[in-house]
């Protein structure tokens, strides 16, 4: 399974972007997905998880409320909107396939990672 991450980019702070996860096989429909991001110097953590039929969300507190997650599984496509992005939300941002139909927060749950997108947000 091949995943594209795409849909970062520059915005300022307050402002929204949205994010895309492509899965190269339907064989992700199955399966929940996840995304992370990492920043330069920091480990990286778990922003927000669905289940395989979109029924079950998973978020970091520090996206709750502002960050939403949903999947259109004809498409086999996840999505991250993005809202009131903070300067704090910069990081490289990865989709990844869980092992499993159900998320979790911890990124051994995961088998399939796509490549990164670029998300900055000025202050």
């Known amino acids: 399974v091949q995943l594209q991450a795409c849909g970062g980019g520059l915005v300022q702070a307050g402002g929204s972007l949205r994010l895309s996860c492509a899965a190269s096989?339907?064989?992700?429909?199955?399966?929940?997905v996840g995304w992370f991001r990492q920043s330069p110097g920091k480990e990286r953590e778990f922003v927000s998880a669905?289940?395989?039929?979109?029924?079950?969300?998973l978020y970091a507190d520090s996206v709750k409320g502002r960050f939403t997650i949903f999947r259109d599984n004809a498409k086999n496509t996840v999505y991250l909107q993005m809202n009131s992005l903070k300067p704090e939300d910069t990081a490289v941002y990865y989709c990844?396939?869980?092992?499993?139909?159900?998320?979790?927060?911890?990124?051994?749950?995961?088998?399939?990672w796509g490549k990164g997108t670029q998300v900055t947000v000025s202050s």
């Open positions: 990844a396939i869980a092992r499993g139909s159900y998320g979790s927060n911890g990124d051994e749950g995961y088998n399939y």
């Open positions: 096989r339907r064989t992700s429909s199955n399966n929940a």
């Open positions: 669905i289940s395989w039929n979109g029924g079950s969300k």
